[in-house]
């Protein structure tokens, strides 16, 4: 999607109806040029739908020239990991069309929200703006940190990171870049160690493969979200078998939280020569919506 010239070259004329992207790419965290594929799509006559999962408040890609705006409720903005469900938002003809009694996708196919959940979510809305700026604050001290540390990190918001300029020039003032992060750990080996006593020697957070949760929530990407993915697939698209992707929360301090990070990385460094990790077979509680 950071390639502009490869997605006009791919929209086909009287066949492409619609470019989709992530305006932050699950898990690699690359960031889309939504303005600058917005004027594909007007130039092409094609609709611009972007998946805005990831950055809810810190980035409004309708403002941005995206056609529809689609996301999955269950994650940032539920925020409880306790809920199914997902939002299109896009021009009133649309919506409409697809609610028509008829011929429409949402009548005829189901997904229509339970009115209890619909009311249940409209209660969270209102301090969603405050979950995303804790959770986009945690997330820019964790990467700091971690960084200085020596750890290989990706977070759109360190100046190092590829898109850190083109996400400041789209994200709402105030809101930080998100509250996503990824390690690269190297190896698998290496990622679930880490994540095992991430979770069962320092408590930091919960391996599960949603996101959005008040708690941290962590997993490794290339063997669980994205294990339909072919290695070469896996190689394309940067999903290193290291690769741990957090949604970082905001329970707990975060002073206390860091130590409960170095503290695992400590243990980590103890055994590294020693036995392997139990390898991750279950993941938490949390919805596996991922
Ligand atoms: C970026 C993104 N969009 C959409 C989805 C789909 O969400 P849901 O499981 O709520 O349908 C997910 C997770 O699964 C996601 O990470």
Sequence with gaps: MDDIEAVTGAVREGETRLI?????????????????????????????VVDNTFTPMVVSPARLGADVV????????????DIIAGAICGPASLVNSMMDLQNGALMLLGPTMNAK??????????HLSLRM????????????????L???????????????????????P???SGGMLCVDMGTEERANRLLHHLQNTAQFGLIAVSLGYYETLMSCSGSSTSSELSEEDKHLAGISPGLVRMSVGY???LEQRWAQFERALAACAKEATATPPPSITSFSYVTNSN
């Design 20 to 48: 989709y992207a992530e305006t932050m790419s699950n898990p690699t965290l690359t960031v889309a040029d939504i303005p600058r594929l917005s004027a594909v799509a007007r130039e092409k006559g094609v609709m611009l």
């Design 70 to 81: 689609v996301h999955s409720v269950s994650k940032f903005i539920s925020g409880g990991a």
């Design 117 to 126: 959940v619909a009311f249940e979510i409209s209660e969270r809305l209102p």
């Design 133 to 148: 700026k804790e959770h986009c604050a945690r997330a820019l001290a964790y990467a700091t940190r971690m960084k200085k």
């Design 150 to 172: 020596g750890l290989k990190v990706i977070y759109p918001g360190l100046d190092d990171h590829p898109h850190h300029a083109l996400l400041r020039s789209m994200a709402n």
């Design 174 to 176: 105030g809101y930080g």
């Design 251 to 253: 329970s707990g301090s």
